[in-house]
């Protein structure tokens, strides 16, 4: 059973800041493309951005710049850098886990965390 557990989330000024990381278990780390999410107070969750299994990554266009997504395979663990945070970034931040890249970049994978929850103020 796939486990995703985020951490990393706070409080942050505008223009600083943060990053999120997630633990993964349960299958074969490297074998899969994994992905970040958000979801703002009111609003559907949203894609963020995707490492493939192979490093290539993707961006929603309203993060591309600011935030960086990365892996590390000896750890099982994919990160979220988040620089120049803007107010409109506060949100809960999902890591999800699929073998499919589509399936993130697409949302409509199943394997989600519990997510971590970023404010930014101004």
Same mark, same amino acid.
């Given at each position: 059973q796939v486990q995703l557990v985020e951490s990393g989330g706070g409080l942050v000024q505008a223009g600083g800041s943060?990053?999120?990381?997630?633990?993964?278990?349960?299958?074969? &780390?490297?074998?899969?493309?994994?992905?970040? &999410?958000?979801?703002?107070?009111? *609003?559907?969750?949203? &894609? !963020?951005?995707?490492?493939?299994?192979?490093?290539?990554?993707?961006?929603?266009?309203? !993060?591309?710049?600011? &935030?960086?997504?990365?892996?590390?395979?000896? *750890?099982n663990t994919v990160y979220l850098q988040m620089n120049s945070l803007k107010t409109e970034d506060t949100a809960v931040y999902y890591c999800a886990k699929d073998i499919s890249l589509s399936n993130i970049r697409s949302g409509v994978t199943t394997n989600w965390g519990q997510g971590t929850q970023v404010t930014v103020s101004s």
């Open positions: 943060l990053r999120l990381s997630c633990a993964a278990s349960g299958g074969t &780390f490297r074998s899969y493309a994994m992905g970040w &999410f958000r979801q703002a107070p009111g *609003k559907e969750r949203e &894609f !963020v951005a995707v490492i493939s299994c192979t490093g290539s990554t993707y961006y929603t266009d309203s !993060v591309r710049g600011r &935030f960086t997504i990365s892996r590390d395979n000896a *750890k």
